[in-house]
């Protein structure tokens, strides 16, 4: 009991010390660091970044019409059936002790912490005590997306955790366990589905490569499919959110109706078109090192021969081939833990080491320069305190 505390602490102070880092400078109101100006609202800038004060508005009116009108931000209360209901309501949770905005901070950081532990919890299956200390520092910072979203009010450290403790579950062929935390992950963003997709074809095609060959009745062949029934919790959430929906809005389809918040296109690739709403510009280029991640760790996962982690990784993959959003490397953070175990043999070299060393610096003026220009106007925040 002792060592598993010492370890929690030890993954505690991993995540929280990056983020205390990013804080720091917002905090004491500097104007800048190396060179970058910075704005002087201190904590202000961390609590008005995107989509911080959307989620606070959710927690303060529940989606309720007549309470959204109350707030300045002249967006149809449909627009708000894109934020997912458990971030916000734990926000609601904690506010009676911290106040809204630093209880959106403090749910942000315990998911980080909870994000972390899991991760360290997961990737023990694959390497060794050592190598799992050094993979759960390296994932406390990399990527530099993931860091801001750690370090701001959003959803995605909970999203994250959510989809790491699911996942191990199924590995270990838990699948109740794995369902609940599915469950949990779908209340938080609406990607949770693709979750269920993936289990559902990890469990009936066991092998990735035979995907184009394997006939209806050899994939139910064989199959007990009681065991499977825990992981139907996870549509069971996108249920329970749409019913949540229908009596708020009245409107069970007020996601599909939320506006410009779908970031879906067809054909594939559509974050080329530099017209689109949400790209805006023809800069792109580091998009491409995206997908060619995405595909090599996919790739290097069927090699390994573990197969529902390629089918998590697969799924979420191929669903960003369609998204048209310039913030490309947050939609691709659900697979970006599982990844590291199809680069764990490079991670764990003595070479990675010192360039991600190296790196901590660069990663850290990136997060600064995003956080202070990623605000969203407040000209009111006496709603949301």
Same mark, same amino acid.
Do not use: C
């Given at each position: 009991? !002792?060592?598993?505390?010492?370890?929690?602490?030890?993954?505690?102070?991993?995540?929280?010390?990056?983020?205390?880092? #990013?804080?720091?400078?917002?905090?004491?109101?500097?104007?800048?660091?190396?060179?970058?100006?910075?704005?002087?609202?201190?904590?202000?800038?961390?609590?008005?970044?995107?989509?911080?004060?959307?989620?606070?508005?959710?927690?303060?009116?529940?989606?309720?019409?007549?309470?959204?009108?109350?707030?300045?931000?002249?967006?149809?209360?449909?627009?708000? !059936?894109?934020?997912?209901?458990?971030?916000?309501?734990?926000?609601?949770?904690?506010?009676?002790?911290?106040?809204?905005?630093?209880?959106?901070?403090?749910?942000?950081?315990?998911?980080?912490?909870?994000?972390?532990?899991?991760?360290?919890?997961?990737?023990?299956?694959?390497?060794?005590?050592?190598?799992?200390?050094?993979?759960?520092?390296?994932?406390?910072?990399?990527?530099?997306?993931?860091?801001?979203?750690?370090?701001?009010?959003?959803?995605?450290?909970?999203?994250?955790?959510?989809?790491?403790?699911?996942?191990?579950?199924?590995?270990?062929?838990?699948?109740?366990?794995?369902?609940?935390?599915?469950?949990?992950?779908?209340?938080?963003?609406?990607?949770?589905?693709?979750?269920?997709?993936?289990?559902?074809?990890? !469990?009936?095609?066991?092998?990735?490569?035979?995907?184009?060959?394997?006939?209806?009745?050899?994939?139910?062949?064989?199959?007990?499919?009681?065991?499977?029934?825990?992981?139907?919790?996870?549509?069971?959430?996108?249920?329970?959110?749409?019913?949540?929906?229908?009596?708020?809005?009245?409107?069970?389809?007020?996601?599909?109706?939320?506006?410009?918040?779908?970031?879906?296109?067809?054909?594939?690739?559509? #974050?080329?078109?530099?017209?689109?709403?949400?790209?805006?510009?023809?800069?792109?280029?580091?998009?491409?090192?995206?997908?060619?991640?995405?595909?090599?760790?996919?790739?290097?996962?069927?090699?390994?021969?573990?197969?529902?982690?390629?089918?998590?990784?697969?799924?979420?993959?191929?669903?960003?081939?369609?998204?048209?959003?310039?913030?490309?490397?947050?939609?691709?953070?659900?697979?970006?833990?599982?990844?590291?175990? !199809?680069?764990?043999?490079?991670?764990?070299?003595?070479?990675?080491?010192?360039?991600?060393?190296?790196?901590?610096?660069?990663?850290?003026?990136?997060?600064?320069?995003?956080?202070?220009?990623?605000?969203?106007?407040?000209?009111?925040?006496?709603?949301?305190?």
């Amino acid at each position: 009991m !002792a060592s598993k505390l010492k370890i929690f602490l030890l993954l505690s102070a991993i995540s929280l010390i990056p983020t205390l880092a #990013i804080w720091i400078p917002f905090f004491f109101r500097l104007e800048s660091v190396w060179g970058i100006p910075l704005p002087r609202n201190g904590m202000e800038t961390i609590v008005a970044n995107y989509d911080g004060p959307l989620y606070l508005l959710v927690s303060k009116t529940l989606y309720n019409p007549d309470l959204v009108g109350k707030f300045s931000f002249l967006l149809p209360s449909e627009y708000y !059936a894109a934020h997912f209901p458990l971030y916000p309501l734990l926000i609601k949770l904690f506010s009676f002790v911290f106040g809204s905005p630093y209880s959106m901070l403090f749910v942000t950081t315990a998911s980080s912490v909870l994000a972390i532990y899991f991760f360290h919890t997961f990737i023990r299956e694959f390497v060794d005590k050592k190598n799992a200390l050094w993979m759960s520092l390296v994932f406390s910072m990399f990527p530099a997306r993931w860091l801001i979203v750690r370090s701001v009010g959003s959803a995605e450290p909970l999203f994250l955790a959510m989809i790491i403790a699911s996942v191990y579950f199924f590995k270990k062929k838990s699948y109740m366990f794995a369902g609940l935390f599915g469950l949990l992950a779908q209340l938080t963003k609406s990607p949770g589905i693709l979750l269920f997709i993936a289990y559902i074809l990890a !469990a009936f095609i066991p092998d990735f490569k035979k995907m184009a060959t394997i006939t209806k009745q050899k994939m139910f062949e064989g199959k007990d499919l009681k065991k499977y029934l825990g992981i139907s919790l996870i549509p069971v959430g996108l249920l329970l959110v749409f019913l949540l929906y229908k009596v708020q809005f009245d409107d069970f389809f007020a996601y599909f109706n939320s506006g410009d918040n779908i970031h879906l296109f067809f054909p594939p690739f559509q #974050i080329f078109n530099y017209s689109a709403s949400w790209v805006g510009t023809f800069w792109l280029e580091e998009i491409i090192f995206v997908y060619l991640f995405g595909l090599i760790g996919l790739s290097n996962l069927i090699k390994k021969g573990e197969n529902v982690l390629a089918w998590v990784v697969g799924v979420f993959f191929a669903s960003i081939l369609f998204v048209s959003h310039r913030d490309l490397i947050r939609y691709s953070l659900p697979i970006v833990p599982i990844l590291f175990i !199809a680069f764990e043999d490079t991670i764990n070299k003595k070479e990675f080491k010192i360039i991600f060393l190296i790196l901590i610096i660069p990663i850290y003026l990136f997060s600064l320069a995003y956080i202070s220009q990623n605000v969203m106007p407040v000209s009111d925040w006496t709603p949301l305190l």
